[in-house]
Every structure is written in structure tokens, then in C-alpha cells.
Nanobody, 114 residues
């Protein structure tokens, strides 16, 4: 049974930081491309960042310089360090793992107050 469990969300003031974690089980973690998505109320889900099995990283344009994605294959965990948070970053953040199939976590709420 595949599980992706996100944690680390919460309420933070504008300019603050949060670190999200996504712990995986039931998959060969090291071969999967890991992604963070987010979905704000009334908006479509959008890609935040991805890191491949080879460590190649991509960010959405609006996150460059503020967010850092990383992975620990031994711990089967992917992280998203979010700095200089803005109210527009308020959303549910989802973890995704993709190789032959695509798997999703349940999401963690991030709320940035102004």
C-alpha cells in the first residue's frame, strides 16, 4: 500500500518560513520523481517544485529564490523549505510521487497571514 504523508503546514505571518515534509512508504522511493503541488481556494492545482531521482530540480517561476526542494532517499522523504512567505502562498500543499504510476498525499494546509 502506497502512502505519502505530508506534514509541517500551519499558520505563519507574511515573511515567515515553513518546512514541509512528505514521508513515503510502499514505493521504491529513490527512483521516483517527487513533486510539490499546491491548490489555493477557487484555483487549479499548480506545480511548485520537483526533484528527480538524479537530483535535477525545477521550480515554478514565482517560487524561485524563496522555496527549496530536497530529498533524503534513505529516509524516503521529500522536503519543501518555504521562505519569505506571502499571503498568495496560502494553499493546500500536496506531495506527488511519479515513476510508472502517480501517487498523491492528502495535503497539508499552509496559511500565510498579512
Amino acid at each position: 500500500q502506497v502512502q505519502l504523508v505530508e506534514s509541517g503546514g500551519g499558520l505563519v505571518q507574511s515573511g515567515g518560513s515553513l518546512r514541509l515534509s512528505c514521508a513515503a512508504s510502499g514505493i521504491i522511493f529513490r527512483v521516483h520523481t517527487m513533486r510539490w503541488y499546491r491548490q489555493a481556494p477557487g484555483k487549479q492545482r499548480e506545480l511548485v517544485a520537483e526533484i528527480t531521482s538524479a537530483g535535477i530540480i525545477k521550480y515554478a517561476e514565482s517560487m524561485k529564490g524563496r522555496f527549496i526542494i530536497s530529498r533524503d532517499d534513505a529516509e524516503k522523504t521529500v522536503y519543501l523549505q518555504m521562505n519569505s512567505l506571502k499571503p498568495d502562498d496560502t494553499a493546500v500543499y500536496y506531495c506527488n510521487a511519479e515513476y510508472w504510476s502517480s501517487y498523491w498525499g492528502q495535503g497539508t494546509q499552509v496559511t500565510v497571514s498579512s
